[in-house]
């Protein structure tokens, strides 16, 4: 069997400050990364990194964009792509910024173009000055599970003839759910699906020389992990995504209510979380935290109670039957009083409705009217329609 070698990249962000893309895809996962560079790399980190190499190509991808701002960043990018060649490597490059793609001919030896619905639309208008360049096109997948990326199928065949190169579909980082990649073929090499443990296993030069384990967050393992933990009920986003991922692709934070504070170490120890007391006051009940990774990942808004039965009244206060779920130990439970007809229709139909029921909010801290009016504003911007 032909021995698979890790590929290796050199993550850029030209920017000294901030983060040189022009793009704001939801899925990215280096915006607010810990381990995001600032400028350019240093060419003798760059040649001891790149000399462990067993492929014949090395890859220069965002963080940010590398072509971003070419006529100001440009001979930065030229100065790597030379330190490259000169130890006997082709280079890679992977852009959004296709109006500089041209620019590369003759420099780079592939180009892999992402594409967003922007970059489609502009493609014809370049694609006469890319004769002679070997390029590809590359897609992130919706983070959807595997019989909903089959329903897909038919699109990503019409968009590779229309692209007429070939197409490489892209697991998403985010996605929680596992793919079956014997269904996800297509018979030839025009279209490919790389899974994210490709990504996950290769090695990166960020500020440091590392694997995509240690950068980005496998949101799969983390969600195995949050949705059989007995002690953990999860609800919000996370739950709406589980009940209908293809109506409900994105979540921002994970919210959970724990059972036991031991679930923060575990979180701590396995997925590199740290926690911030953001309760009120010393005293109140329950504890409010805040969870942030130092891999890319999602945020965790975490409250501490004491029992199941404090979870249960506390969801079953929410003003909105949406949020009258929540999913532990492997099983959704609904709101009996709504019942789980309502919430699940609720939920498919984006429409949520505001409940009059004599709801208990003993456990609400004093600031819950500015959380739910700006938990509404939320939902709008989602595309709910709110039924109040
Ligand atoms: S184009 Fe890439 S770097 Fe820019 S926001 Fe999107 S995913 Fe992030």
């Not at 590199?272 to 007391?277: C, G, P």
Request: net charge neutral; with cysteine.
């Amino acid at each position: 069997m032909k021995p698979t070698f890790q590929n290796f990249t050199i993550i850029v962000n030209w920017q000294i400050k901030g983060f040189g893309c022009a793009k704001v895809c939801s899925y990215c996962n280096w915006r607010d990364s810990p381990q995001l560079p600032h400028g350019g790399q240093n060419p003798k980190d760059i040649s001891t990194f790149i000399a462990k190499c067993d492929k014949s190509f090395i890859t220069i991808s965002g963080g940010a964009d590398p072509l971003y701002k070419f006529e100001e960043y440009g001979p930065q990018l030229l100065a790597m792509i030379q330190t490259i060649k000169e130890q006997g490597f082709k280079v890679r490059i992977i852009t959004r910024e296709i109006q500089h793609v041209a620019k590369l001919k003759g420099i780079v030896d592939y180009i892999s173009i992402s594409l967003d619905p922007d970059v489609l639309t502009e493609i014809e208008r370049y694609q006469q000055e890319w004769m002679g360049i070997d390029i590809d096109y590359s897609l992130v997948l919706p983070p959807l599970p595997t019989a909903a990326l089959v329903r897909l199928k038919p699109q990503y065949l019409a968009l590779s003839g229309q692209l007429g190169k070939r197409l490489v579909l892209r697991e998403n980082l985010n996605s929680i759910f596992p793919l079956d990649f014997s269904k996800l073929t297509f018979g030839h090499s025009g279209i490919v699906f790389v899974a994210k443990a490709l990504c996950l296993a290769s090695r990166y030069l960020t500020t440091v020389d590392c694997v995509g384990y240690d950068l980005v967050q496998d949101g799969e393992r983390l969600a195995n992990y949050v949705m059989n933990e007995r002690r953990l009920h999860l609800f919000g986003g996370f739950v709406k995504h589980l009940i209908n991922p293809c109506v409900h692709p994105e979540y921002s934070d994970i919210d959970m209510i724990a059972l036991d504070a031991d679930v923060m170490r575990i979180l701590e120890g396995e997925f590199a979380y740290t926690f911030k007391d953001v309760s009120k006051s010393a005293t109140s009940y329950p504890r409010y935290f805040l969870g942030k990774s130092t891999r890319s990942g999602k945020t965790i808004q975490l409250i501490l109670m004491n029992t199941p039965a404090d979870a249960a009244k506390f969801i079953a206060g929410a003003q909105y039957d949406v949020d009258r779920v929540t999913f532990s130990n492997g099983h959704f439970n609904f709101d009996s009083i709504v019942g789980e007809q309502a919430i699940r229709h609720a939920i498919n139909t984006k429409q949520a409705h505001l409940l009059d029921d004599d709801r208990d909010v003993s456990l609400f801290n004093v600031n819950r009217p500015l959380v739910e009016q700006r938990h509404k504003i939320k939902l709008l911007r989602r595309g709910f329609t709110i039924n109040d």
